[in-house]
Antibody
Framework: QVQLQESGPGLVKPSETLSLTCTVSSDSISSSYWSWIRQPPGKGLEWIGYIYYSGSTNYNPSLKSRVTISVDKSKNQFSLKLSSVTAADTAVYYC??????????WGQGTTVTVSS | QSVLTQPPSVSGAPGQRVTISCTGSSSNIGAGYDVHWYQQLPGTAPKLLMY???NRPSGVPDRFSGSKSGTSASLAITGLQAEDEADYYC????????????FGGGTKLTVL
């Protein structure tokens, strides 16, 4: 059974960089697309971006200038970096596996709060 | 404001049928892109509920069905049960500057 687990600091100061890692279990990261999704408190889902195992990426245009998603095939992990964070970036961050038939596996989510 | 428009809330009594709409445009649903649906139970991560407009992943009851026509898609739930109370999100793909993956704003289903 494929499992995804997000990890990273739960508290980030304004203007700093948010860094999260997603560890993939029971599947090879060289199998599909891997995405980051976030959900601000009480709000809906927002797609952040994806990476393909080859390293090709695509980002939400509204976040593109601040986002970097990378993959570490040796560790079967992919990561998210979001720079210059503000309170508006406070959210639950999810990592997902994506095929043509949608995002079929989700991590449990990790809460990131931006506050000084 | 979401690229795909969903009603904020719908409700129904146990046993009834409800539908949730997802309205897009010519750059996403209307362009022929597939629509997927996700169910988010309170306090949990979203779960893939319907893929490719009308296909149920293994384990999803056949009370759930999906359809797509023109620039819109719909999720129907028949024989409503208390455990169906959740948030539902549609997701598609977009060829405009909105980004290649887009979500609806979500619909809160209340079982009366």
């Amino acid at each position: 059974q494929v499992q995804l687990q997000e990890s990273g600091p739960g508290l980030v100061k304004p203007s700093e960089t948010l860094s999260l890692t997603c560890t993939v279990s029971s599947d090879s990261i060289s199998s599909s697309y891997w995405s980051w999704i976030r959900q601000p408190p009480g709000k809906g889902l927002e797609w952040i971006g994806y990476i393909y195992y080859s390293g090709s990426t695509n980002y939400n245009p509204s976040l593109k200038s601040r986002v970097t998603i990378s993959v570490d095939k040796s560790k079967n992990q992919f990561s998210l970096k979001l720079s210059s964070v503000t309170a508006a970036d406070t959210a639950v961050y999810y990592c997902t596996r994506e095929f043509a038939w949608g995002m079929d596996v989700w991590g449990q989510g990790t809460t990131v709060t931006v506050s000084s | 404001q979401s690229v795909l428009t969903q009603p904020p809330s719908v409700s129904g009594a146990p046993g009834q049928r409800v539908t949730i709409s997802c309205t897009g445009s010519s750059s996403n649903i209307g362009a022929g892109y597939d629509v997927h649906w996700y169910q988010q139970l309170p306090g949990t991560a979203p779960k893939l509920l319907m893929y490719g407009n009308s296909n149920r992943p293994s384990g999803v009851p056949d009370r759930f069905s999906g359809s797509k026509s023109g620039t819109s898609a719909s999720l129907a739930i028949t024989g409503l049960q208390a455990e169906d109370e959740a948030d539902y999100y549609c997701q598609s793909y977009d060829s405009s500057l909105s980004g290649p993956r887009v979500f609806g704003g979500g619909t809160k289903l209340t079982v009366l």
